[in-house]
């Protein structure tokens, strides 16, 4: 077990955040306590850290499949996110926009601010192509389609998408957000078709506070800053470097590529045990999307008759870490706008529960999971008397 | 015991949690979100919600923030809505009581395996000589707050502790401050949360005013019939309300004797003329059991106004002597001696 929070029972929040590996704090560590200088400095201690920078871009841009040129790093996920959206929105109509309904907050808000439009999912929240295209003309000027679901793990078709796209709006640019398809997916494939592409560190063992928004040559001229007072990333985004936060995104991803294989076929095995045993022992719970349309690091069940504000609070004192949702700024679960997308009632909503396991999940924590999940749900409908 | 706490981020929950602790209990605290949008600024706040956070880490215990807004807004916002466009006076802290923090709130208290939810309220839970459970007035008079929970049945009772009702507002204070807590000067809160929050201050008509269709309306004189003027919103005026309802000024104070909306008429007249000597109730509750006609009882129609004695009647009660007339949707408490018995919405 590599971190305190699944020491004393089971972390299966890895969609929120990730424990940081080993090698990537090693690598961190010499820009964090030994150098500091700025890496525009035009000085021996600042090349240091500017070459830090361009190795990690390098890295980085072999396990993507990019040149390292395309990759601009940024405060995280969101940030790309909005990098992408409001960058290549300025100066396009708003209707000009499509984003589906599913997307992580960080693209979606933009978007509504925007005016977008929202393209639909179907009730396994998957994108509905048939309606993507009847929405699609000359007129779209971006359309941003996420790769996997941060909510019900859903694998989008992005390349159908893509083709879409291409053939109805050739205008178009695609940005795609697939922060949390990095920990499981080789992004190549993916990246020699989409535009833009969001990246987060945090997502696969790297430190918070770092991402990357990888704009292909081919949409360069058609994005413009959001930050500015400085000419680094390629004057797309100013502000010094985070240059441990950078590199830290680099060993990360390089590490998340070389043990994907291995760590997805371990991770489905432990994920179905999770799932087929929790659903043996509660009858009435069910998987809410159908399981070969997620991704292997997913769980999202359905516990009629539950409410997730209390579910996961009894799951929290059995040391069961899960989420549901997303938290508004009071730190009140709101209903999912993914679940109510698919087509849940608000009820329906609340009464579901996101287990995410990462590549530090461990067998044993499933263990203890199983019995927290049970043990929990058996005291909300009253089986157990205390 | 483990004891549920509900901190509005306020400095009587604060005290309230901090003594629970001390106690012994094994303390969770939590928030109720009741209104607002991700970034609301009014009451349940994210500042609030910071400030009992905070004072929760400082305790020691666990905090959690539960949303109830879709219940608060069908169970409280709505029916004050309705009220008003009826051209009655709602009580919503009342029926937030009623329907979040004592019923929502407490439900899911058992249902998490807690033994008691705690309040900061000013009342107490004391046993009778007869071993049972009564609501009892606050010792500090003037911050007893027995009226905001009259609606409480003795079963609720037995689910509830209210570590600071025996302590005067001067007292709470200073313990926070003894303990550290930051809300330890927190200004107490206003009287409608979610208007407050809105508004940020405009106040009810406009909280209405986007929520309803408001009329306008004859000011007539009881008497003479006499149309004094007319006032914007007939749905905002109040039985007993002097100020605001444009007559002459030159005769003496003109107060509100009725309300009638659907007519859209306002009656005046002298002070003397709303003094009644019956009031009206409907969804009277009992703290235990109903007490029989003709039962000498005292009856308070606000937080903090004196006590009348009357006799319960079929209707409602009868007064001793005649008192103000008050509006419908108010809430009236019956009281014996200082015991919390029943409770009534006035019609």
Redesign the interface.
């Known amino acids: 077990m590599t971190s305190v929070e699944s020491a004393h029972g089971a972390y299966l929040d890895h969609g929120a955040s990730t424990p940081i590996l080993p090698e990537v704090f090693e690598a961190m560590l010499v820009h964090l306590r030994d150098h500091y200088a700025n890496p525009s400095g035009v000085h021996h201690a600042g090349r240091g850290e500017r070459r830090a920078i361009d190795d990690a871009r390098d890295i980085l841009g072999d396990v993507l499949g990019c040149s390292a040129g395309e990759i601009v790093f940024t405060s995280g996920g969101t940030e790309a996110d909005n990098l992408a959206i409001f960058g290549v929105a300025q100066g396009l109509a708003p209707g000009a926009v499509i984003v589906s309904a599913i997307e992580h907050h960080g693209v979606l808000r933009p978007a509504e601010a925007l005016g977008a439009r929202i393209a639909p999912v179907n009730g396994q929240a998957v994108i509905d192509l048939r309606q993507l295209e009847l929405m699609l003309d000359s007129s779209v000027g971006l359309v941003s389609m996420m790769a996997v679901n941060n909510e019900v793990g859903t694998v989008q078709p992005i390349g159908e998408v893509v083709s879409l796209v291409r053939s109805h709006a050739p205008d178009a640019l695609v940005h795609c957000d697939a922060v949390q398809a990095l920990q499981w997916y080789d992004l190549a494939t993916l990246l020699r078709e989409v535009d833009l592409l969001t990246i987060s560190a945090h997502k696969i063992g790297g430190p918070k506070g770092v991402g990357a928004l990888v704009v292909r040559d081919r949409a360069r001229s058609r994005i413009h800053p959001l930050l500015l007072g400085g000419s680094q990333e390629r004057d797309l985004r100013a502000g010094t470097e985070n240059v441990a936060g950078i590199v830290g995104l680099a060993v990360a991803a390089q590490l998340t590529k070389d043990r994907q294989l291995l760590n997805t076929e371990r991770i489905r095995a432990i994920r179905d045990r999770f799932v087929d045993q929790v659903l043996r022992s509660v009858p009435s719970a069910r998987e809410t999307v159908a399981r070969e349309l997620r991704h292997v690091g997913n769980a999202h069940l359905t516990f009629p008759g539950t409410?997730n504000?209390?579910f996961l609070?009894?799951l929290d004192q059995h040391g069961v870490a899960a989420s549901a949702g997303s938290?508004?700024?009071?730190?009140?679960?709101?209903p999912s706008h993914v679940l109510l997308a698919m087509g849940l009632t608000?009820d329906e909503a609340r009464s579901c529960i996101r287990f995410t396991l990462g590549a530090s999940s461990t067998s044993h924590e499933i263990d203890h999971a199983i019995t927290g999940v049970i043990a929990a749900h058996r005291?909300?409908m009253?089986d157990v008397v205390? | 015991m483990k004891v549920l706490v509900a901190m509005s981020g306020g400095v009587d929950s604060s005290v309230a949690a901090a003594l629970l602790v001390e106690q012994g209990h094994e303390v969770v605290g939590a928030?109720m979100?009741l209104w607002g949008?991700?970034?609301?600024s009014g009451c349940?706040?994210?500042a609030d919600?910071t400030d009992a956070?905070r004072v929760a880490d400082h305790l020691g215990i666990d905090h959690?923030?539960?949303?109830f807004?879709?219940t608060f807004d069908e169970k409280v916002v709505g029916p004050y809505i309705e009220a008003h466009r009826r051209g009655e006076t709602p009580n919503p802290c009342i029926e937030c009581n009623r329907h979040l923090k004592f019923d929502a709130f407490l439900d899911?208290a058992k249902?998490?395996?807690f033994d008691f939810v705690a309040t900061g309220h000013y009342a107490q839970i004391v046993r009778d000589d007869a071993g049972v459970l009564q609501l009892a007035r606050g010792l500090d008079h003037r911050k007893d707050q027995s009226y905001v929970l009259s609606m409480l049945t003795g079963e609720q009772l037995a689910n509830i502790l209210l570590p600071i009702g025996m302590m005067e507002k001067s007292e709470t204070r200073a313990m926070a401050r003894e303990r550290g807590l930051l809300t330890a000067e927190k200004p107490d809160s206003q009287d409608v949360c979610f208007i407050a929050s809105r508004t940020q201050g405009k106040g009810r008509a406009q909280f209405l005013g986007e929520r309803i269709e408001l009329h306008s309306a004859q000011v007539v004189e009881r008497k003479s019939g006499f149309r004094h003027g007319e006032v914007p919103a007939v749905e905002l005026i109040t039985i007993g309300q002097r100020r605001g309802i444009s007559t002459n000024s030159s005769v003496r104070p003109r107060y509100v004797l009725d309300v009638d909306v659907p007519r859209r008429v306002v009656t005046v007249g002298d002070k003397e003329d709303l003094l009644v000597s019956e009031h009206r109730l409907t969804q009277r509750t009992w703290v235990h059991h109903e007490l029989p006609l003709g039962s000498v009882v005292s009856v308070q129609a606000s937080a903090h106004s004196p006590a009348r004695q009357a006799t319960l009647t079929a209707d409602g009660v009868e007064l001793t002597s005649p008192s103000r007339k008050i509006a419908p949707g108010q809430i009236m408490t019956i009281y014996v001696n200082d015991f919390v018995v029943g409770s009534g919405v006035i019609c």
């Not at chain 1, 938290?327 to 679960?333: D, F, Q, R, Y």
Request: proline share 3%; net charge negative; hydrophobic share 30%.
């Open positions: 409410v504000e209390e609070m009894l938290s508004c700024a009071s730190g009140a679960l709101e608000p005291q909300l009253g205390e | 928030t979100k949008g991700e970034g609301d349940c706040s994210v919600v956070r959690h923030v539960f949303n807004t879709e899911r249902r998490l395996g």
